[in-house]
């Protein structure tokens, strides 16, 4: 499984041509290889103030969100994994 991370919307912008290259290459990647892709760029509740730059997520708050969003989203495919608070 591939994963797209959020990415910082104060910083970047795509195009509607670049929102449609973006969603062509996916399906491409998708059909050639049966890899299954979450695109995560525009998770819900991540916001800009969580990452410490242009592209990394903030330590204690960006990072802690899509971390507490990634063990809700898979910890029944891996089994028991403790609660993140």
């Given at each position: 499984e591939v994963i797209l991370l959020p990415r910082n919307t104060d910083w970047i912008h795509y195009s509607p041509e670049a929102s449609k290259?973006?969603?062509?290459?996916?399906?491409?990647?998708?059909?050639?290889?049966?890899?299954?892709?979450?695109?995560l760029q525009s998770l819900e509740g991540m916001t800009p103030a969580m990452f410490s730059d242009t592209t990394h997520l903030?330590?204690?708050?960006g990072?802690?969100?899509?971390?507490?969003?990634?063990?809700?989203e898979y910890s029944a495919l891996l089994g028991a994994v403790p609660e993140v608070e």
């Open positions: 290259r973006l969603a062509g290459v996916l399906d491409r990647i998708r059909s050639e290889t049966g890899v299954t892709i979450q695109n903030a330590r204690y708050s990072d802690v969100a899509f971390t507490a969003h990634l063990v809700d």
